[in-house]
């Protein structure tokens, strides 16, 4: 997928996604799935998809809202929850906070939406929270592996935490790529977080971190960086840097010859999607640490059956995928179900205390659970490999990963 396919224009969106998932438009970036059915006495169960439908990441934003669609008719034609059906509200993030804080207040607002799922950056979580859960008294499910350190009530996280892709991620790297690490870093709070956590990984299990450096999201020349890179004889690329700048980056790791001369990429939020922002040959061998990839399949009966489901009804480029937070908006929607059907009502205490002790038994990548009094998610994890253009999985988690949040 090329960065020009990824930033999409509103209208090439409207098109594509109304016509897949019959989504109304109710406003400038505003949708609506309405369910086939109806409890006149109590009315549906609104639900608020909060996602990045247009801008550089909107091939996740789509993917996370068409999940969200799948999951919701699944649950509606199910009998819904409490005998009401779903009601999906979709916003467009657009990659940009301040657009977003305006759309999001549509949902609380206007739409009255019972909770509230989404954001994919940090920095839009963190311009979104304050409007859904201070001032709009609204459940926050946060679906995106992430930085941590979000302890905010009424805020539950259902992506990986530093913990869960470090701890066993980092030592694979050591010894299947080197102990020289440099840490090319998007600048904003995940990267600067997630690199505190990272170095402590690299230096307590016999690493060095050659150097670490913060670019602005949208430089694409990186000729200096890669000059250090290859003159420092760097082993592992730690990357944080993120899309639109990630793809020329490692184009020119690769005709600097870095892979050649046996270095090793990391990503910890690369996945299927974000394989085909570069020729295959361009990252061969990179390494990536998720809850879920879709090799998985091949093995695992449930996570066949949400894969197939997802492609037969959203076919083409906006793949469910897990570092584009597709499956923790899968895991969110699932553990939010569970917890309105042991509250038996929707108002956001109920709901909230329900979902601390939630539990999914199947899911993406395997069971989840909410750690009790933290609002993150233990979750299985696996290490995989880039290997002509598709992953393969070389290493997984014993059982589920305890976050170490909060």
Not at 41 to 53: F, M
Not at 272 to 280: D, F, G, H, K, V
Request: proline share 5%.
């Amino acid at each position: 997928m090329s960065i020009e396919r990824m930033n999409l224009t509103r209208r090439r969106f409207m098109s594509n996604f109304a016509f897949a998932t019959g989504a109304l438009a109710t406003g400038v970036g505003s949708w609506v799935v309405r369910p086939d059915w109806a409890n006149a006495a109590e009315g549906p169960i609104k639900v608020g998809i909060a996602t990045d439908l247009t801008g550089p990441i909107a091939y996740a934003g789509n993917a996370d809202a068409n999940v969200a669609k799948m999951v919701i008719k699944e649950i509606n034609a199910g009998g819904g929850l409490l005998g009401r059906p779903l009601e999906l509200y979709i916003e467009d993030t657009a990659s940009n906070e301040s657009v977003a804080v305006g759309n999001v207040r549509k949902l609380i607002q206007r739409d009255k939406v019972d909770m509230v799922l989404g954001g994919i950056t940090s920095s839009m979580r963190n311009a979104i929270k304050d409007p859904i859960v201070a001032r709009g008294k609204t459940l926050y499910i946060y679906p995106q592996l992430y930085e941590g350190k979000e302890c905010t009530p009424y805020l539950f996280c259902t992506g990986p935490t530093p913990a869960q892709q470090c701890d066993e991620f980092i030592p694979w790297l050591i010894k299947n790529g080197g102990k020289k690490f440099a840490l090319p870093s998007a600048n904003y709070v995940w990267p600067h977080t997630l690199n505190v956590y990272a170095r402590k990984v690299i230096e307590d299990n016999g690493g060095e971190v050659v150097f670490e450096e913060y670019y602005p999201l949208d430089q694409v020349d990186f000729s200096s960086t890669v000059n250090r890179i290859i003159s420092n004889k760097v082993d592992v690329v730690f990357n944080t840097v993120i899309p639109p700048g990630v793809g020329p980056f490692f184009k020119q790791l690769y005709e600097a010859g870095f892979l050649k001369n046996g270095g090793r990429l990391a990503c910890v939020y690369y996945d299927e999607n974000t394989l085909n922002i570069n020729q295959a040959n361009e990252i061969e061998g990179l390494a990536s640490c998720l809850d879920y990839f879709k090799v998985l399949t091949k093995e695992d009966p449930f996570n066949a059956k949400i894969q197939a489901a997802y492609e037969k009804d959203f076919p083409g480029n906006f793949l469910f995928a897990a570092g584009s937070a597709a499956t923790g908006t899968y895991r969110g929607l699932k553990l939010w179900e569970a917890a309105v059907k042991e509250a038996g009502k929707v108002d956001r205490d109920s709901v909230a205390a329900a979902l601390d002790h939630a539990k999914i038994a199947e899911g993406p990548g395997g069971p989840a659970e909410m750690v009790p009094g933290k609002r993150h998610c233990k979750m299985k994890m696996y290490t995989a490999v880039a290997k002509g253009g598709n992953y393969e999985i070389v290493a997984r988690s014993a059982g589920l990963v305890d976050p170490k949040e909060c």
